[in-house]
Each structure stands twice: as C-alpha cells, then as structure tokens.
C-alpha cells in the first residue's frame, strides 16, 4: 500500500521545513528520491503529489520539502504568507537546507536507513542540486528538470545597479498577484560566493550518474541553458521532450488524477535512469 508520512525538519535560521515521504509500504527500504523545488514553488504545487505517488509505485521513497524561505509557513504551506521570510531567502541559505534534510534522512531514526540518494531539482532547484551533488558525496545519483544554468539568469541584468541602491527588487507573480521581494542579500550572496554558486563550474566537477531533462517549449528557462550544463558536463545524459514546458504542462492547482503527458514521459525517462 502506498502511504505517506510528514515531518518538520529544522531548516536556516530556525525555520521549521514541512517534509513528506511517499513509500511503498512493501517495499521500505526502496532508494529514496529527494526532490527540490523552484522559485516561488512548494512541495505541494500542482502535480507534485502525483509524481511521488508514481515514484512510490515504480520501486522509490520519494521525498519532498519546503525550502525554509520559500515563503510558504508551516500553518500555511500552499500560499506565500511570509514574504518577508521569502525576501531574506539566498542560494546559500537553500545549500543549508537541502544539507538538512539529507542529514535527516540519513540519520536512520526515522524510518529504514537510506542506503542510495537520489537528488532531484526543478528549475532553481535543479540549480542547487548541481551544486550540492558537485559537493556531497551521499549523492548518488543527479536529475534536473527545466534547470537554469546561472543564478543571474533570474533577474534583470539590468536591475542590478537600481538594486543594490533601494535593497529590494519586487517581481510580479502572475499566478498569485503578488508583488515578490526579493532583497539585494540574494546578488550579494552570489557575488561574495561566486566559486561555489558557479553552477556550470559545478557541474563540470560532478562524477555522479546525472540525467538533464528539459522541454522545448520552456519560455520561463530556455533550452539553451540544459545545452550550457551539457557543455558543461558533457558525461550527463541530455533528454529534450518536446512540447513540454518549464512545468512539463502541470498547472496548479492541478484536478487531474492523471499526470500530463509530458510530465509523465520525464517521469518514466528518470525512473529508466535512476534504474540503471
């Protein structure tokens, strides 16, 4: 039977991280799949909980977590109630987190001990689990979906001056409405952290099996930037599904009880992957 359990993990500066595990309960000691979300992304957006069920049901735990900072709270973890939380957030702070919850799972006191680690990173998230995989040898093995190839690329190049002089930038979320701060701490972090936050200089360095996935029809982060990680770390196996989005069409809310089409074909092609 499928089943689901939830933790709190202590995240950055003490903020709690919600966290689910996905399992089979046949199957307790299956490798576990950790899966790190995007800007302005939740471990409850849209498909998520279809993908992990799916893993579940094809031989994996599969677990998913809130950033500390993502903006969501523990009382309210699908809405961005905490903007302030969401300003202060850095890439830093994110490496912090994503340390956490594989210190959490490798632990053993919480459920059978994980023996393999599989990393998982949508978008930005992708982004960090290059760099945390170029790091950590728990990692077994590396997935990025729609991932960027830069940290810059998330914001106007443009904007930087204007930036550091009012210490906030603020940028629309077109699903929500709500107008995102986004502190200057976040470039700083980059510039004073450039070495490690180099996220193709990173993924030049990864000896672990790593699959990139990204649609062609992504408009939020170009293919160009999964050919840059390639080029990058030409050993990584490249998949381009075409007609996907940055999303692989999901939406959220999501009413479905079936995965899109193209979410689905990158859910199969990792599970080929992480099988191997």
Not at 210 to 220: E, M
Not at 245 to 250: E, G, I, L, S
């Amino acid at each position: 039977m499928i089943r689901k359990n939830f933790y709190t993990i202590p995240g950055a500066k003490g903020r709690g991280m919600l966290a689910d595990i996905t399992f089979d309960d046949t199957n307790p000691k299956a490798p576990l799949v950790i899966f790190a979300h995007g800007i302005r992304g939740f471990k409850d957006w849209g498909t998520h909980n279809l993908v992990a069920r799916y893993f579940a049901e094809n031989g994996f735990r599969f677990l998913k977590f809130n950033f500390s900072h993502n903006g969501t709270t523990t009382d309210n973890p699908t809405e961005f109630a905490d903007l302030i939380a969401f300003g202060d957030n850095t890439f830093s702070i994110e490496l912090d987190d994503l340390n956490a919850v594989i210190d959490f799972v490798c632990g053993g006191s919480y459920m059978p001990a994980v023996r393999e680690i599989y990393l998982m990173g949508h978008s930005m998230g992708g982004g960090i689990s290059i760099i945390k995989t170029a790091e950590d040898k728990r990692i077994t093995k590396l997935v990025t979906m729609a991932a960027i190839s830069s940290f810059y690329n998330l914001w106007p190049k443009q904007a930087e001056a204007q930036w550091k002089l009012q210490g906030v930038m603020y940028m629309p979320n077109s699903r929500t409405g709500q107008n995102m701060p986004y502190k200057v701490s976040l470039l700083y972090d980059v510039e004073k952290n450039a070495e490690r936050l180099d996220i193709q200089g990173k993924a030049a360095g990864i000896k672990q099996p790593w699959l990139i996935v990204h649609g062609d029809k992504d408009t939020s982060v170009p293919l160009s930037h999964a050919e840059e990680l390639h080029t990058a770390q030409p050993n990584a196996e490249f998949v381009v599904i075409e007609g996907a989005d940055h999303v692989f069409n999901a939406t959220h809310p999501y009413l479905e009880n079936t995965l899109p089409a193209m979410l689905l074909q990158f859910c199969d092609a990792t599970i080929a992957f992480l099988g191997k």
